[in-house]
C-alpha cells in the first residue's frame, strides 16, 4: 500500500513558508519572488526543445542497458551537455546485478543468474564456477533446475531455454509461435511435467506440458493476473501467485492445472516475493513483512509466523520438510523443526538484501541482491565464504555540473535514467514516456539555465541500468555517499508526459519520504510562484525509482511522475514498457510545465543567498522557524510500505504512548531535547502488533497530541 495525500495549493504553500526545512539548508527561505534571471530562462523551455529531445531518444528505437542504442542516448546527452559549456564526465559502474541464485537437490551444484540473462554454474560444491553466456530472447525472467543435468529458464518472445547438462548449452524452446509475450514464471516437478506463464494483457494464462517442452497446453485462468511465481508440492496440487491484483488472491489447483480457482491470501500478491511449496498441503510465503505466511491446509488458511524480529523477510527456503532458511533486509533466520522456532544464524555475513537459496540442510547460498557479493556455505549456516563471480560488464551515467561560486561542496541535483525497456527490448523499446520524457526536461533544464550563475553546485545526471532495478541511481549514490558529497537535494523526473484526460484531473506525483517531505513542499511552492499552472499529488514512501536510491542513502530526494496512481501496478499509462511508448502519445504541455517546474526549483536552491548560513543564532536572526504542524504517516500503516511511523513536528521533550482499541498501552517512547519528530517502529520488540485501530498520544512542554492510527497487515 502507498499513502496517498491531496495536496492543495494554498495549504502546502503556506506549510512550506513556516515548515522545517534540513539542517544544511537552514536559514534559507522559500523564495518570496520570482527571480527575473529564472523567469527568462524558463521560456527558453519550450514544447519544440523536449519534443526534439524525445523524438530523437525514441528513433534510436531501442535503449535497453544491453543494446547499442543505450550507449548512443548516453553519448547524446553528454554531447548536449558539454556544449552547453557544463563539465561532464561519464561515472562508470557494474551494470549487473545478482537476480537470484538456486541450489540443487543435491550437495555439488548451484546456479546463479543475474539481470543480464547470465548463468553461472558450479558442479563442484561451488569451489569453482562457469560463466554461462545469454542464450535466449532478451532478458531472463525466472529459472527452475529439476536436477543436476535439466533445467529450464523464461524468457521473452514466448521462449523457453532449456539445458540437458547442467548449462553448459541451452536451446530454445518456442512456447506459442504465435505470440511474443514475457513468460514470467517457470516450474517444473520433474523432468517433463511442468508449467510457464505469460503476461499477454488481454489473457494472462500458463502453459503446460508433459513432455519436457515438446508441446505445450494452454490453461486458461479465472481473473486477470499474470503470475509471478508458480509452486508445486506434487503432480496435482499447486499455486500460482499473480504479479500484480488489487484483492489478496492466488491461484489454486488441485488437477495439475486442468483448472485453476481463485483462493484467499492474506496480502496482495504483487507484494509476494518468495513462495515454496513443500508438498500439495504445506506452503510457505515471503512477502516483505517482518513475518512469513503458512499454510498446512492447501491454503484455505493462512497464519503468520514470525522470526523474533521486525527485519523484513523478502524470501524463504525449505531444503526439506524440517530444515528452512529466511532472508531479507540485513537478516538471515533457520529452522529446524518445520517453522514453529525460528533463530538469526549467528556469524553470518552482512547483507543488505538478502536471498538465500538451499536446496541442501547443509549447502546453500545466501546472496545479497543489491550489494553484488554471494556467500556460500556447506555446514548449514554455521559459516560462510565469499565467492568473487566477477559479475557484470560496464555501463555509464552521464554527470555534468556547474560549480558554486560560494559553497561548491553543497550539491543540488537534477536527474533521470535514460534507458528503456519493453517485451522486444532488442528493437522495439521507443521508451518515449519511460523515460525519454525525462531525459528530454532535464536536457531542456540544462539547456536554458547555462548561463546561470548559481551558489551551490548544479548538477544534471542521466543514470544508466533504470530498468535493471536502478542500478546506475544506486551506483552514483554509492559514490558520492563514500565520498562524503553533500547532496542536499535530488529531484529525479520518470514518466512525466502523459495526461490521461488532457487537464481535467492532477497533473504530477511527487514522491516523497519523510525527510524529503520538505522537498516536496520546496517544488510546490516555486512551482505555484511562477505559475506554471500544475496540480500535484503526494505519495508517502511511493516507489519505485531512481529517487528511492537516494533515500536508501539517507539522501533527501523527490521522484516527480505523471499524474495518475503510477508507475505500477495499476499504472495509467497504458504504453508502459511496450514497443507502443512513442511520441504521439504524450501531452507536450504537461512535459513542457514539470520540465519548467523542476528546473526552478532547483535553481533556487542553487542560488540562495542565505548559502553558508551554519550558526543557528545566525540563521535564527535571518529566519524565524515556528514549530511545524504536528503530523502522522503513513496512517494507515503497512509492515511492509515503510520502515516506522513518523511522528513529524514535535515539541521535544515529549513522550508517545500508543494504546490498543482496549486501552492497554502497547508502546511507550520518550522524545529527546531537541528532536522534532520521533519514528516508531511496530513490533520491534519481536511480537509485531495484530491489525486493527490504536491511539496515540504525544505529551510535552505546551503540546498535547492525540489521535488514531490504523495497522494493515496486507
Given amino acids: ?58 528513433d534510436l528505437k531501442s535503449r535497453y542497458s544491453y543494446m547499442p542504442g543505450s550507449e548512443e542516448a548516453r553519448d547524446y546527452a553528454r554531447q548536449i551537455l558539454a556544449g552547453l559549456g557544463y563539465s561532464t564526465r561519464l561515472h562508470e559502474f557494474r ?34 564456477w562457469q560463466r554461462q553466456f545469454p542464450f535466449a530472447p532478451g532478458r531472463l525472467y525466472d529459472a527452475h533446475f529439476v536436477d543436476a543435468a535439466v533445467g529450464y529458464a523464461a524468457s521473452a518472445e514466448s521462449t523457453v531455454a532449456k539445458t540437458e547438462d547442467g548449462g553448459r548449452t541451452w536451446r530454445n524452446i518456442r512456447v506459442d509461435e504465435g505470440a511474443a509475450d514475457i513468460l514470467r514464471s517457470v516450474f517444473f516437478v520433474n523432468r517433463d511435467v511442468g508449467w510457464t506463464a505469460c503476461n499477454h494483457e488481454s489473457s494472462p494464462r500458463i502453459y503446460y506440458t508433459d513432455d519436457g517442452g515438446g508441446s505445450w497446453v494452454v490453461q486458461p485462468l479465472p481473473n486477470f493476473g499474470c503470475p509471478r511465481i508458480i509452486a508445486f508440492g506434487d503432480l496435482e496440487r499447486g499455486w500460482a501467485v499473480p504479479s500484480w491484483y488489487d484483492d489478496g488472491v492466488v491461484y489454486r489447483t488441485e488437477d495439475g492445472g ?95 538484501w ?75 523499446a521507443p521508451g518515449a514516456d519511460a523515460n525519454a520524457s525525462g531525459v528530454s526536461c532535464v536536457l531542456a533544464a540544462a539547456t536554458a539555465f547555462r548561463d546561470l550563475g548559481v551558489g551551490r553546485t548544479l548538477r544534471f545526471v542521466l543514470f544508466g541500468g533504470g530498468e535493471q532495478s536502478y542500478e546506475g541511481s544506486r551506483a552514483y549514490v554509492e559514490e558520492c555517499s563514500v565520498q562524503d558529497e553533500k547532496v542536499l537535494a535530488a529531484i529525479v523526473l520518470d514518466m512525466v508526459a502523459y495526461d490521461e484526460d488532457r487537464g481535467s484531473r492532477d497533473d504530477a506525483i511527487i514522491k516523497v519520504d519523510a525527510p524529503s517531505i520538505w522537498l516536496g513542499d520546496y517544488v510546490a511552492a516555486v512551482e505555484n510562484l511562477y505559475g506554471l499552472g500544475l496540480m500535484f499529488d503526494y505519495e508517502i514512501y511511493g516507489g519505485p525509482g531512481d529517487h528511492c536510491s537516494f533515500w536508501e542513502a539517507d539522501y533527501e530526494a523527490v521522484g516527480v511522475f505523471e499524474g495518475g496512481p503510477g508507475p505500477k501496478p495499476d499504472l495509467v499509462y497504458p504504453y508502459y514498457h511496450t514497443s507502443d511508448d512513442t511520441l504521439d502519445k504524450l501531452t507536450l ?53 515503510a520502515a516506522g511511523v513518523t511522528f513529524d513536528g514535535i515539541s521535544s521533550p515529549a513522550t508517545l504512548t500508543v494504546f490498543d482499541a482496549s486501552g492497554r498501552k502497547v508502546a511507550h517512547g520518550d522524545v529527546a531535547a531537541g528532536r522534532e519528530n ?17 491511539i496515540y498520544r504525544v505529551a510535552g512542554n505546551d503540546q498535547l497530541e492525540a489521535g488514531k492510527l490504523v495497522i494493515i497487515d496486507r
Fill in 1 to 58: 500500500m502507498v499513502l496517498k495525500v491531496k495536496y492543495l495549493k494554498a495549504a502546502a504553500f503556506s506549510y512550506f513558508l513556516i515548515g522545517p526545512l534540513p539542517p544544511a539548508l537552514c536559514g534559507e527561505p522559500p523564495p518570496s519572488g520570482r527571480d527575473s534571471s529564472i523567469v527568462a530562462a524558463l521560456d527558453g523551455i519550450t514544447e519544440d526543445l523536449v519534443a526534439g529531445h524525445i523524438q530523437y531518444l525514441q
Fill in 678 to 694: 520521533f519514528v516508531w517502529r511496530p513490533g520491534h520488540d519481536g511480537r509485531p502488533l495484530a491489525p486493527g485501530l490504536y
Fill in 258 to 352: 486442468a483448472h485453476w480457482a481463485v483462493q484467499g491470501f492474506p496480502v496482495p500478491p504483487v507484494d509476494v516475493r518468495s513462495f515454496v511449496a513443500i508438498d500439495g498441503d504445506v506452503a510457505w510465503a515471503a512477502y516483505g513483512g517482518p513475518r512469513l505466511l503458512y499454510t498446512n491446509d492447501g491454503g484455505k488458511n493462512w497464519s503468520y509466523v514470525g522470526t523474533g524480529s521486525a527485519a523484513v523477510l523478502t524470501t524463504v527456503s525449505f531444503p526439506n520438510a524440517a530444515t528452512g532458511f529466511a532472508a531479507g533486509k540485513g537478516v538471515i533466520y533457520k529452522t529446524e523443526d518445520g517453522g514453529r522456532t525460528w533463530f538469526p544464524i549467528p556469524g553470518a555475513p552482512e547483507i543488505f
Fill in 589 to 641: 504541455p504537461l512535459a513542457t510545465r514539470v520540465a519548467k517546474a523542476a528546473a526552478a526549483a532547483a535553481a533556487h536552491l542553487a542560488r540562495s543567498e542565505y548559502i553558508g548560513v551554519r550558526d543557528p543564532a545566525v540563521a535564527a536572526k535571518g529566519v524565524p522557524r515556528p514549530r511545524p504542524p504536528f503530523r502522522v504517516f503513513p496512517n494507515p500503516y503497512n509492515y511492509g510500505s
Fill in 95 to 128: 551494470g549487473v546485478r545478482l537476480e537470484r541464485s538456486y541450489w540443487g537437490d543435491a550437495d555439488k551444484t548451484a546456479w546463479v543468474f543475474t539481470a543480464g540473462s547470465t548463468f553461472y554454474n558450479s558442479a563442484d560444491g561451488g569451489a569453482s
Fill in 354 to 428: 538478502g536471498d538465500a537459496a538451499f536446496g541442501h540442510a547443509e549447502h546453500g547460498l545466501l546472496t545479497d541482491l543489491f550489494g553484488r557479493e554471494i556467500y556460500l556455505t556447506r555446514d548449514g549456516g554455521a559459516s560462510f565464504e565469499k565467492i568473487n563471480l566477477r559479475l557484470g560488464m560496464f555501463w555509464k551515467n552521464v554527470v555534468a555540473e556547474r560549480r558554486g561560486s560560494v559553497a561548491d561542496d553543497e550539491i543540488i541535483i537534477l536527474g533521470a535514467h535514460y534507458d528503456s525497456a519493453s517485451p522486444r527490448p532488442a528493437d522495439g
